[in-house]
């Protein structure tokens, strides 16, 4: 037998997790159980194993079929040496095998690393590097990009990487397995004995937007996750006849687990792949499946609504559909105002971050409150402060920074002991970085944020890490990355350089970024060449003013 390159994470010291404490307290209050997320899947394949639980185009699964093809991969997996507590990232569109992956090593204990389809070297050499990945999944090409290019870079820098699995042609890639090879290397129902997991141990990794230069990973345990998926199906109303379109990308915290794919699997519902959320393409889903509950981001509601507006009389495709979730960034309130009466459902926001707490307004609140608010916590274990720049508590009402703490939200970063202080208060406390304004209900407003970030409609950059890349480009002194509004993805990245010469065009930089490895949606949007940056009273970027400069 192959010995694991990497321990168990029980034994390691890699992230903080929770005090006994509040870890007892959790348990009692019933929000945590002796559960491992596999058993998510074996219990549905139980309790009612034919009913659909995927489907990907013409391809379905029942629950029994998908719990016999999970274990087929981890099969698979094992053989070829992966096991308890490794970590393999996972880069793969909307596909079935998404899931079948992502339940193959959690069959086996072993943990996905959620990278998104936007990331390119840059990224996935930072997570191959911080979590000594022994595993790569991805496609062969999605979205005019071939993976199996971006597979072989990495291959050449990182040691530990030993398998690369190609959903799809592995063109040849030297050391690939093709995912069909992995899982048909098995026999079906012929998953390992299982190395079971502790429910407190790490089951997935999910990557922060990040404010300090490089992504950050989270760590998310069996049981916390487990919580977080029940949780969020409960306030969002889920149940076994709930079809839940997967539109955004499902290493998404939010598809995921808000409820998404792994609550409506809890629910014993249906999970349906769109490989992409335009209105061409999962309009006719919606009505194909029957689809009652489905997730976007800010960005793509106007576009829905002008598309169904546009649709002949009498056109029901979204008749089905009676919950559409908003969140990822701010949704604007005239744009909530127009869903239910242009799309037929109901409005959901939520305001969540991979961090852990999830807001979401509730089916029965008042449609001002659904409108104009991101919701209150899912669970009566989230706690939440709004606190001014002291970190003393501000009044019910006053603008303040978001500090949180529960039974799913981290104490700290994966890896990153250094960020305790910055991140976290002394008592335990997240510090969200998000501007916030409490309703006396509990209901949230976010009304913007302290984090040195950009949110362009839902995918966040870090100002940070692009300043960091940005200096490299001849010439370029000095690089300040904010954020511009914009109609259409609520902001846009502006670059103040300084340079030697002329500045670079957005298109060049994008090449030159691009040759960096990094992903295109980091690119500034707009360039701005300055002499110098204003700066503030202590010698700081004033990005206040830079922000003031680009509107
Ligand atoms: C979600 O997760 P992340 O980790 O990509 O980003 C979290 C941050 C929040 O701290 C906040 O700044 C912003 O994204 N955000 C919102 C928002 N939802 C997220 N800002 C305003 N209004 C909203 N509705 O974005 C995420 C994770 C799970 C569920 C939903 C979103």
């Known amino acids: 037998m192959t010995k694991s390159a990497n321990p168990p994470e029980a034994s390691a010291p890699d992230w903080p997790g929770w005090p006994e404490e509040a870890r007892e307290r959790y348990r009692a209050a019933g929000f945590w159980r002796e559960e491992v997320l596999a058993d998510v899947l074996a219990r549905q394949a139980q309790r009612r194993p034919d009913a659909v639980a995927l489907v990907d185009g013409d391809r379905r699964w029942t629950y029994a079929e998908l719990a016999s093809e999970a274990g087929a991969v981890a099969a698979g997996l094992h053989r070829r040496g992966v096991r308890r507590g490794d970590r393999v990232v996972v880069q793969l569109p909307n596909r079935a095998e998404f899931l079948l992956l992502w ?19 840059h990224e996935i050499s930072h997570l191959l590097r911080t979590t000594g990945a022994v595993g790569y999944a991805v496609a062969d090409r999605h979205a005019r990009f071939d993976y199996r290019t971006l597979a072989a870079s990495v291959l050449e820098e990182h040691e530990e990487l030993r398998h690369v699995i190609v959903v799809g042609d592995t063109g040849g890639l030297e050391g690939a397995v093709g995912f069909g090879e992995l899982r048909a290397d098995a026999p079906a129902n012929s998953a390992p004995a299982p190395d079971r997991p502790d429910p407190g141990d790490i089951a997935l990794l999910l990557l922060s937007g990040g404010t300090t230069g490089t992504p950050k990973l989270i760590a998310r345990t069996h049981q916390d996750y487990g919580y977080n998926a029940r949780a969020a199906a409960a306030a969002c109303g889920l149940t076994a006849d709930s079809v839940y379109l997967a539109a955004l990308p499902a290493a998404f915290n939010f598809t995921m687990c808000c409820p998404g794919i792994l609550g409506t699997l809890t629910a014993g519902g249906t999970v349906v792949m769109a490989p992409s959320p335009a209105p061409e393409t999962a309009f006719p889903l919606i009505a194909r499946e029957g689809v009652t509950v489905t997730a976007l981001s800010p960005p793509m509601v106007p576009v829905w609504l002008e598309a169904y507006a546009d649709r002949a009389p009498g056109t029901a495709e979204l008749e089905s559909l009676s919950v559409l979730q ?3 960034a701010r949704l604007a309130d005239d744009l909530a105002r127009r869903v239910r009466p242009t799309l037929g459902c109901g409005l959901q926001q939520v305001f969540g971050m991979a961090e852990g707490l999830i807001n979401v307004t509730r089916l029965d609140d008042p449609e001002e409150l659904v409108c104009t608010t991101q919701g209150r916590p899912i669970s009566p274990g989230d706690e939440v402060r709004v606190v001014d720049g002291a970190g003393a508590p501000v009044p019910v009402g006053a603008v ?3 500090l949180t703490r529960g039974p799913y939200t981290l104490r700290g970063y994966y890896r990153s002991p250094e960020l305790a202080t910055t991140h976290f208060t002394p008592d335990g406390f997240y510090r969200t970085g998000d501007l916030v304004r409490l309703r006396p ?11 040195d970030q950009i949110n362009r409609g839902g995918e966040k950059i870090d100002a940070t890490e692009v300043e960091g890349q940005l200096l490299a480009y001849p010439g370029v002194s000095a690089a300040a990355l904010v954020a511009a509004p914009d109609p259409d993805l609520g902001e846009r990245s502006v670059a103040f ?15 030159f970024l691009r040759g960096r ?3 295109g949606y980091k690119s500034p949007d707009r360039i701005e060449a300055v002499d110098a940056f204003p700066l503030t009273a202590v010698g700081k970027v004033d990005k206040n003013a830079l922000r003031e400069r680009s509107r």
């Not at 339940?103 to 070297?121: I, S």
């Not at 350089?497 to 090449?511: D, H, K, S, W």
């Open 103 to 121: 339940f193959g090593l959690q069959y086996l204990g072993a943990v996905p690393v959620h990278a998104m389809p936007g990331h390119r070297g």
């Open 326 to 328: 908003v969140g990822g």
């Open 400 to 402: 303040g920074e978001l």
């Open 441 to 451: 209900s509990g209901h949230i407003d976010v009304v913007g944020r302290v984090k």
């Open 497 to 511: 350089l300084v340079c030697a010469g002329a500045p670079p065009t957005v298109r060049e930089l994008a090449a």
């Open 517 to 519: 490895g990094l992903a």
